[in-house]
């Protein structure tokens, strides 16, 4: 009889330790992660702790100031967030830093998201489907500067000449392959040099660069040095190939650079652009998502003195030329509150 007895109370305490084990690890409840990059997607849970990589571009465009300047305010203004910048090659590697999960948080043409979420150009066979808006921005605005004394007085003079396209494979390369398809000029017959902006500008001032394309904010300190100290000049579009460029790729709008934009600039000069978007990975928490575009926003007039180009952003612009990517479901919240979306 005691011997019944034992046994029976040893499977009772066996019970009980299987019934601890299965509660703690979350059968039935609802844990958040105290670590941000590891949360679970969809996530509605704030985390004690949320850790982003910003990534941004390269150190002469406008992504690495603004990259470096919304990671110190998120620090500032949410106590749970320790956000840092990092300099990239541009859009299309911050899409595959996205995708990879090295990044939370990144910059990006619409060009380059509508190509990187769809699977197409230079993400052929590489889809980036975990990538959400956060918000849109600025234009990132086409600047091609020609050195004086080059021989080029439009952009069709660039055939045969040596060019600063920007880094492989990035937005920056492509949009220069596009501007010479516009003009029938023959990119694979041009001298490149595939270096940053900040190299553009000492080759130009050397004379080993005839050409440069710097796709960022207007004003941007690269094309500012270009001009000031490269003896360098802004070419315009014609009408025709703005239009040329609408309608093969629906995401460019026009834009014209103003006068005075940049020094040595007297005149108007028609070129192209297209929206930038704040994005982040859909594994983001909502409520993180969330506080990030509520804090942005908000905080507009206190960021305004820090970059020139945050002077362009419009919350009412916010989600337009989104070519149909989707918004993370945290910074829709946000935009429902405000009436931006119904």
């Known amino acids: 009889m005691k011997k019944l007895l034992s046994i029976f109370i040893i499977a009772l ?44 571009g390269t150190t002469t465009g406008t992504y690495y ?4 300047i919304f990671s110190d305010f998120w620090n500032k203004k949410l106590d749970y967030v320790q956000a840092s ?27 380059t998201l509508y190509e990187g979420y769809n699977g197409e150009a230079s993400f052929d066979g590489n889809k980036v489907e975990n990538v959400r808006i956060l918000a849109g921005l600025y234009p990132n605005v086409n600047h091609l500067v020609a050195r004086k ?3 080029i007085e439009t952009i069709a003079d660039i055939a045969g000449k040596k060019i600063v396209p920007g880094a492989t494979g990035s937005a920056t390369e492509i949009e220069t392959q596009r501007a010479m398809e516009a003009y029938n000029v023959d990119y694979e017959g041009l001298g490149k040099d595939f270096v940053g902006f900040t190299e553009a500008t000492d080759l130009m001032r050397n004379k080993q660069t005839d050409v440069a394309m710097v796709m960022a904010g207007v004003p941007t300190s690269a094309v500012t040095e270009m001009l000031a100290t490269a003896n360098g000049e802004l070419l315009p579009y014609t009408q025709e190939a703005v239009d040329y460029l609408k309608e093969k790729y629906p995401w460019t709008m026009e834009y014209t650079i103003k006068a005075n934009s940049y020094e040595n600039q007297p005149e108007d000069v028609l070129s192209v652009a297209q ?31 820090s970059h020139a180009v945050i002077e362009q952003f419009d919350i009412e612009k916010a989600l337009e030329g989104t070519s149909d990517i989707p918004i993370h479901p945290g910074a829709e919240k946000f935009y429902k509150e405000k009436g931006i979306l119904k």
């Open 275 to 305: 929206n930038n978007f704040l994005v982040a990975t859909v594994d983001m928490p909502d409520e993180v998502a969330y506080d990030l575009v509520k804090t942005l926003w908000e905080g507009m007039e206190e960021l305004k003195g």
């Open 13 to 56: 305490m066996a019970f009980a330790l299987i019934g601890c084990s299965s509660s703690s690890t979350g059968g039935g409840g609802n844990t958040n992660s105290s670590s941000g990059s590891g949360s679970d997607s969809g996530s509605s849970g704030k985390p004690d702790n949320y850790s982003i990589m910003f990534a941004t």
């Open 149 to 151: 004394g080059a021989g």
């Open 85 to 111: 910048s990092q300099a990239t090659n541009g859009s299309v590697q911050n899409l595959i830093f996205i995708k990879q999960g090295e990044a939370q948080v990144a910059l990006t043409p619409t060009g």
């Open 65 to 68: 100031p603004l990259g470096a």
